[in-house]
């Protein structure tokens, strides 16, 4: 039976493949495997399809021994832990595969000794923010290339004493030849010097080859090296400049301020502006782009900011992607998002100076420590649903469900730079960084926050401080429903209605977030939606009398999609076991684009921050022996796309609360009377007075139930008029009518209706209007007594 025919190794760049027999047992003898020889390493498998995905075994040069046994067979051993006897199928390729063995080892022998040396050398610093991007790259490029030529220098010492090596053994078989005389070793030495001269051959040739290749390098990178002198020498007499005209400039202004000081304060105006329209024309914009400049070049990048056009400031300045970076996130683009908040923002330094806006509180009472009764709460609890369970104030916060939604507006500055991104692909990464974001929040937060009363609204009015204000709604009691409106100055709006579905399980509690989320932008029309994650909160009734922690894990997974575009962001949140090897809270995430192709990484935890890496290349797994492999992205370095905020200090006493959070039940004048401020329970409890806040907090769940009880009876009755010869009032009130099917308290709300989204389909709440009118005049006849 023949043997298959094995293909000639191939070398591609500093790995050799081929085909080679490998001695396996008696029984089944030389085995056909796929050898490849990369880094130092010489690996088997059995087919060319397993290496994506299992390697059959690794043998390192740097410690093994190469012998030859006979034409075609060879041996390579590490001192007996691992030994191959391997065959090729002519004495020609293995003379190749030796020679590229013995060249493999002496590199790695030579890398391993020059690690060693190192390992005790100090790293070289970067250079300094004020060099250019162009120095950097030039200086880089420089490094790599004399890395490079200085290998293929000791590729040719390694070629050389090869050579001296081989050109011995040759010499030695030739004297002994002639030695010989004619007979039965006649034929053995004849063999040997065939085999030696053969052998010297090939490790002539690959001198020579390296010799080319030397060559051809060097005279390649003499005129690159010409180039980057002159261009460092332009640069450096563009800089020399530059600096001069800022000395002119910076002496102009100084005299421009000396005489504007001396005037009126009505006549400085116009002294300047004649003076700036003069022979310094333009000078206060060239100051401010001269600050972005020097700015953005802050930033360690290969990036180059060019200041007369903003536009510019997304040039790449290198081709190492070989990609256009006008639809990705780079570091400058960062950079222009900050620079752009700085210089248009209404709410700067500059204006608040002339406007101040009012100082928000930063503490509340401390948390107080009373005991509970564990068995008289919990054998009324277990396999009920939690919002019909009568709860003390103990186990809340000083908060409604209402300020915990509006609590998601912590990071609203990720959804001002979601604004002014060009990109759709960028913006999705802010607007899933700011999905992530709103769970930061409660990574602490044991406690349970007030369920809402119907009608109950909240209003958070930052239009002074942040540019935005929000409103919101419970629009249902059973089952609970909020409905949440945003509106930014800075061009995005959100909106969101969640509707909770609990479960207590004595040792933990469960809430399922029902419900989208939807986030429009003004400028690009882009429009957003994705739903919340299961929340779990562990011993949430042991923990309060036993020292053992609570703790709140986040898990599932959000699809944010841009129904304008297609584009899309899978975000995993993990679950995390104590058996698991992996980051406490961690999140993944990918955004594509309609079309499926991944563009960005994103990476971290929903409690700490996030990072992006924007993908350069993804290799998709196959299905193997092991299962499905996992797609492997080719990114470049990550960067920070969110961190959350340090807490206030002393924020244990005070709920784990966040600076806004502070903020949210702090007395307001001019809200609405069914405020979530207004609630006299939420506020007993802030001032540490539980007894009374829990009286108060039965009161007034009673006098709900006595309300919806009277508005069930009314809609009883209106549902029995068309019997009597009332036409079309049952319509309001028909079983099956979409409100009722979804919300059972036949209530309407004052501030928001019900209605199907055009983009999406979905049917939800939606602000109708005329709350921030009703406030700027003060009238709120509409809302009810609820408190």
Excluded at 100 to 129: F, H, I, M, Y
Excluded at 270 to 292: C, F, I, M, Q, T
Excluded at 683 to 697: S, T, V
Aim: proline fraction near 4%; aromatic fraction near 8%.
């Amino acid at each position: 039976m023949s043997e298959p025919k094995a293909l000639t190794p191939t070398p591609a760049g500093d790995t050799y493949k081929g085909w080679l027999f490998k001695w396996t047992n008696y029984i089944k003898g030389y085995q056909r495997r796929w050898f490849v020889l990369s880094n130092g390493l010489l690996s088997y498998y059995r087919t060319q399809a397993e290496m994506g995905h299992t390697c059959r075994g690794t043998i390192n040069l740097a410690t093994a021994n190469i012998a030859v046994e006979d034409s075609c067979n060879f041996v390579i051993s590490n001192g007996g832990a691992q030994t191959y006897h391997l065959k090729a199928s002519s004495e020609v390729e293995r003379q190749r595969w030796i020679t590229a063995l013995e060249l493999a080892k002496a590199k790695a022998v030579r890398n391993q000794a020059e690690s060693d040396d190192s390992g005790d050398e100090c790293p070289t610093s970067p250079p300094t923010s004020g060099q250019g991007g162009g120095a950097r790259n030039s200086n880089s490029e420089v490094q790599s290339t004399l890395r490079t030529l200085g290998s293929k220098v000791e590729d040719l010492s390694t070629c050389n004493d090869l050579i001296a090596k081989h050109g011995s053994a040759l010499q030695r078989s030739l004297s002994e030849l002639e030695g010989v005389r004619l007979g039965g070793d006649t034929d053995g030495k004849i063999r040997q010097v065939t085999e030696r001269a053969t052998l010297f051959r090939i490790t002539s040739n690959a001198m020579i080859n390296a010799c080319r290749d030397f060559l051809s390098l060097a005279q390649a990178h003499s005129k690159r090296w010409q180039k980057a002198l002159h261009s460092e020498r332009d640069q450096r007499i563009r800089l020399e400049e530059t600096l001069e005209q800022l000395a002119k400039q910076h002496n102009h202004l100084e005299r421009a301020f000396r005489g504007a000081t001396v005037l009126p304060l009505s006549q400085s105006n116009p002294a300047l502006d004649s003076k700036s329209s003069g022979s310094v024309k333009g000078d206060a914009s060239d100051e401010d782009d001269e600050n972005e400049f020097f700015d953005a070049m802050e930033d360690p990048a290969g990036f180059i900011t060019v200041p007369a056009d903003p536009k510019y400031h997304r040039r790449s300045g290198s081709n190492v992607s070989g990609l256009s970076t006008e639809t990705g996130i780079d570091d400058q683009s960062v950079s222009l998002c900050d620079e752009q908040s700085l210089g248009s923002n209404p709410e700067s330094p500059q204006s608040l100076e002339v406007e101040p806006v009012r100082k928000r509180r930063t503490k509340i009472p401390d948390k107080p420590n009373y005991s509970l009764n564990l068995w008289s709460i919990m054998k009324n609890c277990i396999g009920k649903e939690l919002s019909k369970i009568p709860m003390p104030v103990n186990f809340n916060e000083p908060i409604s469900m209402l300020q915990r939604l509006s609590e998601d507006l912590e990071y609203y500055e990720l959804l001002d730079k979601a604004a002014k991104c060009q990109s759709s692909l960028e913006q999705l990464c802010y607007v899933a960084a700011f999905t992530v974001s709103s769970y930061s929040t409660t990574v602490h937060r044991t406690g349970k926050p007030f369920n809402p009363l119907l009608g109950e609204t909240y209003e958070l009015d930052r239009l002074r401080e942040s540019g935005y204000r929000s409103l919101c709604e419970q629009v249902s009691h059973h089952p609970p429903a909020a409905a949440h409106h945003a509106i930014s100055e800075r061009g995005w709006t959100l909106r969101q209605e969640i509707s909770l579905a609990s479960k207590f399980r004595g040792k933990y509690l469960s809430i399922m977030p029902l419900g989208s989320i939807q986030c429009m932008f003004e400028k690009s029309n882009n429009h957003y939606s994705w739903k919340k994650v299961t929340t779990t909160v562990h011993n949430i009734i042991v923990g309060y009398f036993r020292p053992i922690p609570k703790n709140i894990q986040d898990s599932g997974e959000i699809d944010v999609v841009n129904h304008q575009t297609g584009d899309r962001c899978h975000l995993k949140f993990a679950p995390y076991s104590y058996f698991s090897r992996d980051v406490a809270r961690k999140v993944t995430g990918v955004v594509a684009d309609k079309e499926g192709k991944a563009h960005y990484v994103l990476s971290g935890t929903w409690d700490e921050k996030m990072e992006f890496s924007r993908v350069m290349q993804s290799n998709k797994g196959e299905n193997g022996t092991e299962g499905k492999q996992k797609t492997v992205y080719q990114t470049l370095k990550a960067k920070e796309l969110w961190k959350k905020n340090p807490l206030p200090e002393g924020a244990e006493t005070m709920y784990y609360f966040s600076s806004l959070a502070l903020t949210l039940n702090e007395p307001e004048e001019g809200v609405a009377p069914t405020d979530s401020r207004r609630r006299p329970d939420q506020q007993l409890m802030e001032a540490g007075r539980w007894d009374e806040a829990n009286a108060e907090k039965q009161r007034l769940e009673e006098k709900q139930r006595s309300v919806r009880r009277e508005r069930e009876r009314e809609a009883q009755q209106a549902a029995t008029l068309p019997e009597e010869g009332a036409e079309g009032v049952e319509d309001s009130f028909i079983t099956d009518s979409p409100l009722k099917s979804v919300h059972q308290d036949n209530y309407e709300a004052m501030w928001f209706e019900r209605t199907e989204d055009a983009v999406t389909g979905e049917s939800m709440h939606v602000y109708k209007g005329g709350y921030w009118e009703a406030k700027d005049h003060g009238s709120w006849d509409v809302c009810p007594d609820i408190y």
